[in-house]
């Protein structure tokens, strides 16, 4: 079959050399772009795989049995393994060490000028302000890596029953999105952690409460970006 054939054009006006040439590099380079693609899947997928590895790895060495725990549930819903990892990277030196340059993180910086979040709390040391800081800038970029899964596993979707205005009137729902309680569980329980670590213990209410609130707004932003990229497509 040529390609005139192919495109339907045998039937009707013959394409001119020029317009066949320019189909052909546009078939071409689609062509080049699509492997270029599925060669970048399949680097992604490796990647995720290896992290998964190194995240089960953690989980069978690990003494801190609540920790384990809570990264199983995680793993459970399917959350993806370098956003997990980056969460436990806070506070947990065997796994940082681990990584290694698997993950894009943030340069450490002792400037308070360069906070973004806490850059008027007067409550934490600037040491503490500091990692805290990186860290969920870490979770931001991390959640950019697999933007769709991350939005997906990290959201818990509920159906609520809309009031009727009358009996046999067809039953509406209304979704609702909040985040997942099994990340708000991890990431409170590391913050915990951590800050225990530098003797400055916090109740797990507050710590929840920062956990949830740190989580939507980088599930909104991921969310945010990749409508943005979607219409720039």
Known sequence: ??????????????????????????????????????KEEKK????????????????????????????SRAIEINVPANFIITVILLGNKEIQEEVGKMLMLNT?????????????????PLKIKIELD?????????????????IKTGYKTDFIELEKEYEFDEQKYEEKKSVQPALIKLVAFVV??????HSL???????????AFI????LSKTEENLDQRNLLE
Do not use: C
């Open 44 to 71: 992604a997928k490796k990647k995720e795989h290896d992290l998964l590895k190194i995240l089960l790895k953690f989980v069978k060495s690990s003494h801190k049995t609540d920790l384990t725990l809570l990264i």
């Open 1 to 38: 079959m040529s390609l005139e054939s192919f495109i339907g054009l045998d039937g009707g006006e013959p394409m001119s050399a020029a317009s066949l040439e320019k189909l052909r590099e546009r078939m071409k380079a689609a062509s080049a772009q699509i492997k270029q693609i599925k």
């Open 108 to 124: 450490a910086t002792s400037d308070e000028k360069a906070l973004t979040f806490f850059g008027e709390d007067e409550t934490l």
């Open 134 to 150: 990186n860290w969920i800038k870490d979770m931001l970029a991390q959640s950019e890596e697999y933007p769709q899964k991350m």
């Open 215 to 218: 989580l939507k707004g980088i």
């Open 192 to 197: 915990s952690d951590f800050l225990a670590q």
């Open 201 to 211: 213990p916090e109740p797990s209410a507050k710590t929840k409460e920062f956990a």
